[in-house]
């Protein structure tokens, strides 16, 4: 599979070879406020499937399990995009609405279900759990 995406303004790109490990929406009260909505969807690669291309910011912030989760987005647009975590540094999460084509998304996990807003619909077809697995 091969797979295209970036930013808002097109000033960060990235290719990705291959499929992805896992692919995963999340509740959390985090992933709310960083996406403005009811939950956040990643995609997660190994780090050499990912080839990215122009700059970006970070923000770092503590996870429940005390792991480091550092945040990527663009300097210019403010997109987010990719997500690393300290407790499995040769992954990185994307975030799916950031690809070319998502078509080829589906949740396999839904996370943090205790914290979701009840308007926040979710797919009864998809492993839930109420919090992180």
């Known amino acids: 599979m091969?797979?295209?995406?970036?930013?808002?303004?097109?000033?960060?790109?990235?290719?990705?070879?291959?499929?992805?490990?896992?692919?995963?929406q999340c509740?959390?009260?985090?992933?709310?406020k960083i996406t403005g909505t009811g939950h956040n969807v990643q995609?997660?690669?190994?780090?050499?499937?990912?080839?990215?291309?122009g700059k970006t910011n970070t923000h770092d912030s503590t996870s429940d399990k005390d792991n480091k989760r550092t945040r990527h987005f663009c300097t210019v647009c403010g997109s987010r995009l990719f997500a690393e975590n300290s407790a499995?540094?040769?992954i990185i999460g994307i975030a799916v609405g950031s690809f070319d084509d998502s078509s080829w998304f589906k949740p396999e996990v839904i996370l943090y279900?205790?914290?979701?807003?009840?308007?926040d619909k979710i797919d009864k077809t998809i492993t839930t759990h109420e919090q992180m697995q």
């Open 27 to 32: 509740h959390c009260n985090a992933c709310r």
């Open 113 to 119: 279900n205790a914290e979701r807003p009840e308007w």
């Open 43 to 53: 995609a997660f690669f190994k780090r050499e499937q990912v080839a990215i291309s």
């Open 88 to 90: 499995s540094p040769q």
């Open 2 to 24: 091969k797979l295209t995406g970036s930013c808002h303004c097109g000033a960060v790109t990235y290719q990705v070879d291959g499929s992805p490990v896992r692919m995963a």
